[in-house]
Nanobody, 115 residues
Framework: VQLQASGGGLVQAGGSLKLSCTAS????????VSWNRQAPGKGPEWVSG????????DYVDSVKGRFAISRDNAKNTLYLQMNDLKPEDTAVYYC?????????WGKGTQVTVSS
């Protein structure tokens, strides 16, 4: 299982970024997937999840109305559209999935929001 996030960067508060996560090594469309993040000096935090067909999405309260998760199973890719970014969104963002009895974390992408 390989997951590679990309699309992070430095943005001013109020700005937008769209993260992508490409998956390989498993049948992407058969698994729910999620975005998690870890801010400096803090533990990991679940941000958003999406079911196999994209029919259901969930978000942590702090990002509701600002972030949108989506997926393209034909491209084995997960997305996270982030709008109205806040300094507290600064973190490394990871995509994750459960497979083979374990939770798999991919390589993350850094998002930094300046005030």
């Amino acid at each position: 299982v390989q997951l590679q996030a990309s699309g992070g960067g430095l943005v001013q508060a109020g700005g937008s970024l769209k993260l992508s996560c490409t998956a390989s090594g498993f049948t992407f469309g058969s698994l729910d997937v999620s975005w998690n993040r870890q801010a400096p000096g803090k533990g990991p935090e679940w941000v958003s999840g999406i079911t196999t067909d994209g029919g259901r999405t969930d978000y942590v309260d702090s990002v509701k109305g600002r972030f949108a998760i989506s997926r393209d199973n034909a491209k084995n890719t997960l997305y996270l559209q982030m709008n109205d970014l806040k300094p507290e969104d600064t973190a490394v963002y990871y995509c994750t999935t459960g497979y083979g009895g374990a939770i798999h974390w991919g390589k993350g992408t850094q998002v930094t929001v300046s005030s």
